[in-house]
C-alpha cells in the first residue's frame, strides 16, 4: 500500500446462497479521487458500496481503509471516522428535527444521545445552517423530517454526510430524484467538500454528463464483475453507454 492510498480491495467477492452479487474483486483507492460507479441494475453497484462501508461482510477477501481491515471494526467511532454511507433509503429518523438528523453525523464520535437528543451548541448549529443553506433547504432546519418531500429528505442525508466528514463517502444514486439543477448543485457542494478537507468519493451514477464533469475515474460493472477501470481523459459517453448494453 502506498503512501497516499486509502482504500485497499483484496479478493473480496459476496454471495447470497447461489447468488454471486460481487464475483472476485480487487481496487486502489487514492486520497482525494472522485470515483464514478457505473451499470445497470443488479451489477453489483450497491453491493461493493455496501462492502466498502464495512456494514456488509464480504464472503471472501477484505477491505482495508488508512491500513484498516474493516472487519476488525465495529460501527462507532472508529469506522465513522474512516467511511460515510449515503444509500437509497436515506436513513432518515422521521419523528426528529432536520438539525438532530444532520447531527446523527456524529454519532460515532458523540454517542447515540448526545447525538439526537442533547441541546445544540451554537457552533453546531451554525455549521448546519450553512450546509443546509447550500443544500437549498436551510428554511427546514427546525423541521420534523417526516414533513419533507422525498427530495429534501435526500438533502438531509447528504448533510449529515458533510457533518461526519469522514475519510471516504460512498454514495448510491444519491441525486437520483433531483432536478438537473439541483443535481449540479449539490455535486459541487459535495466536490468541494471533498477538496478542502482531501476526502475521496465513490458515487453510483447514470447521469453521463455528471461523471464525466466531475469524476476523475470510472469503474464499470456488469453481472456482478468490474468490467472497467479508467482515468477522466477516456471517460467518454459512448464508453458509459456500452456498460449499459
Same mark, same amino acid.
Not at 474493516?70 to 467511532?77: E, T
Not at 449515503?86 to 460515532?108: E, F, R, T
Not at 455528471?210 to 477501470?229: P, Q
Given at each position: 500500500?502506498?503512501?497516499?492510498?486509502?482504500?485497499?480491495?483484496?479478493?473480496?467477492?459476496?454471495?447470497? &446462497?447461489?447468488? !454471486?452479487?460481487?464475483?472476485? =474483486?480487487? +481496487?486502489?483507492? #487514492? /486520497?482525494?479521487?472522485?470515483? %464514478?460507479? *457505473?451499470?445497470?441494475?443488479?451489477?453489483?453497484?450497491?453491493?461493493?458500496?455496501?462492502?466498502?462501508?464495512?456494514?456488509?461482510?464480504?464472503?471472501?477477501?477484505?477491505?482495508?481503509?488508512?491500513?484498516?481491515?474493516?472487519?476488525?471494526?465495529?460501527?462507532?467511532?472508529?469506522?465513522?471516522?474512516?467511511?460515510?454511507?449515503?444509500?437509497?433509503?436515506?436513513?432518515?429518523?422521521?419523528?426528529?428535527?432536520?438539525?438532530?438528523?444532520?447531527?446523527?453525523?456524529?454519532?460515532?464520535?458523540?454517542?447515540?444521545?448526545?447525538?439526537?437528543?442533547?441541546?445544540?451548541?451554537?457552533?453546531?448549529?451554525?455549521?448546519?445552517?450553512?450546509?443546509?443553506?447550500?443544500?437549498?433547504? &436551510?428554511?427546514? !432546519?427546525?423541521?420534523?423530517? =417526516?414533513? +419533507?418531500?422525498? #427530495? /429534501?429528505?435526500?438533502?438531509? %442525508?447528504? *448533510?449529515?454526510?458533510?457533518?461526519?466528514?469522514?475519510?471516504?463517502?460512498?454514495?448510491?444514486?444519491?441525486?437520483?430524484?433531483?432536478?438537473?439543477?439541483?443535481?449540479?448543485?449539490?455535486?459541487?457542494?459535495?466536490?468541494?467538500?471533498?477538496?478542502?478537507?482531501?476526502?475521496?468519493?465513490?458515487?453510483?451514477?447514470?447521469?453521463?454528463?455528471?461523471?464525466?464533469?466531475?469524476?476523475?475515474?470510472?469503474?464499470?460493472?456488469?453481472?456482478?464483475?468490474?468490467?472497467?477501470?479508467?482515468?477522466?481523459?477516456?471517460?467518454?459517453?459512448?464508453?458509459?453507454?456500452?456498460?449499459?448494453?
Amino acid at each position: 500500500m502506498t503512501s497516499n492510498t486509502l482504500i485497499e480491495v483484496t479478493n473480496i467477492s459476496k454471495t447470497y &446462497g447461489q447468488t !454471486i452479487a460481487l464475483g472476485n =474483486s480487487n +481496487l486502489t483507492v #487514492g /486520497e482525494g479521487e472522485l470515483i %464514478a460507479l *457505473a451499470g445497470p441494475s443488479g451489477s453489483g453497484k450497491t453491493t461493493l458500496l455496501n462492502l466498502l462501508s464495512g456494514w456488509t461482510k464480504p464472503t471472501t477477501g477484505s477491505v482495508s481503509i488508512r491500513g484498516q481491515d474493516l472487519k476488525y471494526l465495529i460501527p462507532g467511532k472508529n469506522l465513522s471516522e474512516l467511511v460515510g454511507l449515503i444509500d437509497q433509503q436515506y436513513s432518515i429518523v422521521p419523528q426528529l428535527s432536520v438539525i438532530n438528523n444532520v447531527l446523527a453525523g456524529k454519532l460515532g464520535q458523540w454517542g447515540f444521545f448526545k447525538s439526537l437528543f442533547s441541546l445544540i451548541h451554537p457552533l453546531y448549529r451554525e455549521k448546519v445552517q450553512s450546509t443546509l443553506d447550500g443544500l437549498g433547504i &436551510g428554511d427546514k !432546519i427546525d423541521n420534523k423530517a =417526516s414533513h +419533507l418531500s422525498g #427530495g /429534501e429528505q435526500q438533502r438531509v %442525508a447528504i *448533510a449529515r454526510i458533510i457533518m461526519q466528514s469522514p475519510s471516504v463517502i460512498l454514495a448510491d444514486e444519491p441525486i437520483a430524484s433531483l432536478d438537473p439543477a439541483r443535481a449540479k448543485d449539490i455535486m459541487d457542494i459535495i466536490k468541494n467538500q471533498l477538496i478542502s478537507k482531501k476526502q475521496s468519493l465513490i458515487i453510483s451514477l447514470h447521469n453521463t454528463e455528471l461523471i464525466k464533469h466531475y469524476c476523475t475515474r470510472l469503474i464499470g460493472l456488469k453481472g456482478g464483475n468490474i468490467v472497467l477501470d479508467i482515468q477522466q481523459p477516456l471517460i467518454t459517453e459512448n464508453t458509459i453507454k456500452e456498460l449499459y448494453i
